[in-house]
């Protein structure tokens, strides 16, 4: 790391994902709350979680967290879905500050919207954590819920296609098959990489279906938070963004770009040893 | 790690990959030297390198270098093109024992086997690096190399994707598109996954073309290496081999048996914090 961290001019928001994709919720972020400082780690040297195991993505979760408490923040979000699925109790009851998952508001914003099945498509280790539905059990006990594991479409988004790519059409309509045939109410787009996704999803779903994407649901919880702490700063121009990536930063900026948000100028590297060294 | 390293009855080979796909090379180097140990390292924790920059996956490919280096091996098999192209001559500079990688006896194998203009495929960052082109021009400096990036395939494999699937045809016909148009006279496998599509690839390009395995270059190349060094082991009977992993050790055994090889049943779990201390 070449600077020294903590040199915000309030504590910022610390954000953390595996890669990329957590910039998706960065954006929302930056709509709902310009003037809110942010921290963002993307551990890219890792990337991605979804094909790895429960504990392997915990242990990492919890580096990567213990890497942004030494900003100060007011709170911390794991952006990840993976990371929220295997680690999010782990990540409360290890950090002073609270931490925000993206699972439990998505769960809630899909209760919400309405009253049929919900289906989630996510990450395998997300879908096999079955973390999603537990949360969705807690708030409606009865509740039908049905999940689908979409492994290739991280790969897809990263390498760039774009949602109306014949290959990108081919693989979602095989991974939605199933799903398209339980008259779901609501579907949870359950990786931060699945909103650049959305408009293809949309049409072979159809208009009766509700998308919902758990990085706004988060965002709102966000802001439920900061309401309760604090007065949000509100100003108009995005305030300061520090990014560090356990990868190439140069890449991250170029590639950084098409997961939106606020542009990506401060990017600096921090290895994976120094993650680790947080936790030793 | 649970056991002490370095318990095999005469020295091993040590192969490590990025994940499982360099069991597709212990397979190749089974049935050429059945009698050899074998100690494995799959960095499944930290796969895919193949996405990741040229610096950090020379960083992972030390680290794993000098893991393998206490079991005290004969030779050392960067079994990863990624890591081969990345870090080959890092390794050899590094290692007290000789390192063979992928890229350079894949490279031989091309240039024997045709006159022609030679095709590669492999990772971004190992069609990035340019290091097959670069060996190829060591040894015959006018052939025409064309190398196409191909990220989606190591996923589709993992996937379980076999390679009759429509999605799966549809993604090579689409990479291999410009090298069809080549005249090739071999096109070179340059990841350790694609042997496991070889039959779509080849039904793709046609019978014109040789397709050249880099991992089973490696293999004679290691052949010759043993047979300077000492007689190798001959016997009929598979020798051990003992698996390390830097994920979850079950789903290295479960996913592995597709990649081939001997059975896999001795697979224990390492840490990337373990891999790291060796290198601090």
Redesign the interface.
Known sequence: MEQAPGNFSSPPIGVFDSGLGGLTLVRELTRALPGEPIVYLGD????PYG???L??VR??ALQCTAFLLQFEPKLIVAACNTASAAAADTLEAFSPVPVVDVIRPGAAAAVTATDGPIGIIGTEATIASAAYERAITELDPTREVIGASC??L???V??GRDEND??VL??LS?YLHDLQRRRLGALILGCTHYPLLAGAIRKLMGPDVALVCSAAAAVQKIQLHLAGLTVPASGETPAEMHCYT???PE?FARLGRRFGGRPITHVQHV???EL?AQL?
């Open positions: 890219s040297a890792r990337v094909t790895k195991s504990e392997t242990q990492f492994p290739l991280v790969p897809i990263e390498e014949p290959i081919s693989v095989e356990t990868d190439n890449r290895g994976t040893d680790q030793a």
